[in-house]
T-cell receptor, first 112, second 111 residues
Framework: KQEVTQIPAALSVPEGENLVLNCSFT??????LQWFRQDPGKGLTSLLL?????REQTSGRLNASLDKSSGRSTLYIAASQPGDSATYLC???????????FGKGTSLLVTP | NAGVMQNPRHLVRRRGQEARLRCSPM?????VYWYRQLPEEGLKFMVY????????ESGMPKERFSAEFPKEGPSILRIQQVVRGDSAAYFC?????????FGPGTRLTVL
């Protein structure tokens, strides 16, 4: 059974800092890995999707990497802004099933 | 192309009542997934449906919960005789051949 863990659970940084969010998963037989953003009381916004054959994906100030063999992914946010404050979720789509397996998320607060 | 639609966005029920949650997938998508997010918990998969078929219901509670995706109309997640522990956000996602796109969720509160 795929287990997804995200650390830290919460993070507070001053505006302008670069930061890294971590995601680990127990079963390396994955189809893809996706990072989402969730604002309080809202739905999920897909940020980046990395296929199992890829090592990283970039979108603007966001960069996500994938090391399938070690079961790890990182989400790098450059030059953080207060508008980046949200919960960031990592989700793994395993080869063995249809579902996305989610971590519990990292709650990010960027202070002005 | 409208995204995944869910309604209602907020639903309040008293213990013992029924809750019906609706999900309209993105145009052209024939796969629907339901997930539940309990307070302080991550999203958990419940069920995966294609038109008129339940493909994987391994995450569905054994009693009181059912789901359907008829040939016409939205997918329905039905919870009978709700209890306080059913209070959660319920998210629907749809896909064509790959990536899942999520709706805004229905927040169910059981009094």
């Amino acid at each position: 059974k795929q287990e997804v863990t995200q650390i830290p659970a919460a993070l507070s940084v001053p505006e302008g800092e670069n930061l890294v969010l971590n995601c680990s998963f127990t079963d390396s037989a994955i189809y893809n890995l996706q990072w989402f953003r969730q604002d309080p009381g809202k739905g999920l916004t897909s940020l980046l999707l990395i296929q199992s054959s890829q090592r990283e994906q970039t979108s603007g100030r966001l960069n996500a990497s994938l090391d399938k063999s070690s079961g790890r992914s990182t989400l790098y946010i450059a030059a953080s802004q207060p508008g980046d404050s949200a919960t960031y979720l990592c989700a793994v789509h395993s080869n063995s099933g249809y579902a996305l397996n989610f971590g519990k998320g990292t709650s990010l607060l960027v202070t002005p | 192309n409208a995204g995944v639609m869910q309604n209602p966005r907020h639903l309040v029920r008293r213990r013992g009542q029924e809750a019906r949650l609706r999900c309209s997938p993105m145009k052209g998508h024939s796969h629907v997934y339901w997930y539940r997010q309990l307070p302080e918990e991550g999203l958990k998969f419940m069920v995966y449906l294609q038109k008129e078929n339940i493909i994987d219901e391994s995450g569905m509670p054994k009693e009181r919960f059912s789901a359907e995706f008829p040939k016409e109309g939205p997918s329905i997640l039905r919870i009978q005789q709700v209890v306080r522990g059913d209070s959660a956000a319920y998210f629907c996602a749809s896909s064509g051949t790959g990536k899942q796109y999520f709706g805004p969720g229905t927040r169910l509160t059981v009094l």
